[in-house]
């Protein structure tokens, strides 16, 4: 369905991102992979799906180095079609001791980088009159935990922007939603799970049912394929007119 589209999905070495590109790369595209840590592994697995695949390193708190990918992206494949604003950190702690530069930094990750890779995109999809931008938010863009500060402020921020990105282009080719997932047993999840088995010294099984009990109804973790799945349809035809939604995928999370 994607032969001949170019996806650039950010924080794409692990995870959600690395599970959207698979998803995207089995539909034909083109893989543009972003993200730190082991690059020979991701990029092997996109390439071993008959697709081609590149990789550009920004660090997504750099706006220079984001235009940078973008540009990269184009040279490379003719284009960025498919975006997927997907690189995340997180930090749990109190406002009264949350520190200023985690602040920082999770809004340049999670919500300034979005805007910055959509603005370099953009042009080129309005040149085309074709394109799909995913952002990857939360459960924590529509819903607020303790703890979270600069998270839930950066994933609202970035539910918000989903949707001036819909609208501005709502009469052309290119859509922008926004996928919320629950908890998806990811790195950046496995480090809280961990967390909270020291904290109360209980077994890693017992505290990731711990964390599922709290807030999320099905008490099953999400996984990177069905996100991978829901990114696929939102590029499908069948998708032309959704626009500026932020779709859960949480287990009943928010609907309580
Ligand atoms: P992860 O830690 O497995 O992956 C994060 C990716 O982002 C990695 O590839 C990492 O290298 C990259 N990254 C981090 N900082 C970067 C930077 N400065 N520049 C470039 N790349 C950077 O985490 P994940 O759980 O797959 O998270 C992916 C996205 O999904 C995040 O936006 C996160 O907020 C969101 N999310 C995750 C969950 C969950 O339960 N895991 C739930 C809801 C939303």
């Not at 071993?48 to 990269?72: C, R, T, W």
Request: include cysteine; glycine fraction near 10%; hydrophobic fraction near 45%.
């Amino acid at each position: 369905m994607l032969q001949g589209k170019t996806a650039l999905i950010t924080g794409s070495t692990s995870g959600i991102g690395l599970g959207i590109a698979k998803a995207l790369a089995a539909q034909g595209a083109n893989i543009v992979l972003n993200g730190f840590g082991d690059v020979e592994g991701p990029k092997a697995e996109i390439a071993a799906l008959g697709v081609q695949v590149a990789y550009h390193g920004a660090d997504m708190s750099k706006p220079a180095e984001i235009d940078d990918m973008v540009q990269f992206a184009c040279r490379t494949f003719g284009g960025v079609d498919i975006l997927v604003n997907n690189a995340g950190i997180q930090h749990v702690a109190r406002i009264e001791n949350f520190p200023i530069e985690r602040w920082d930094s999770i809004i340049a990750i999670n919500l300034s980088s979005a805007f910055h890779a959509t603005r370099v995109a953009l042009p080129g999809m309005l040149a085309k009159n074709w394109g799909r931008i995913i952002n990857v938010a939360s459960v924590h863009g529509l819903v607020g935990s303790a703890e979270k500060s600069a998270y839930v402020a950066a994933k609202h921020g970035v539910v918000g922007l989903t949707k001036v990105t819909a609208l501005e282009n709502a009469t052309s080719g290119i859509t922008c939603n926004a996928i919320c997932p629950g908890w998806v047993l990811t790195p950046l999840v496995q480090k809280q799970v961990d967390a909270k088995a020291a904290a109360l010294n209980i077994s890693n099984e017992d505290a990731k049912g711990l964390l599922l009990g709290e807030k999320e109804p099905s008490k099953q973790f999400t996984t990177t394929e069905e996100l991978g799945a829901l990114a696929v349809f939102f590029c499908s035809p069948a998708a032309n007119n959704i626009r500026g939604v932020a779709w859960n995928m949480d287990g009943g999370w928010v609907a309580q």
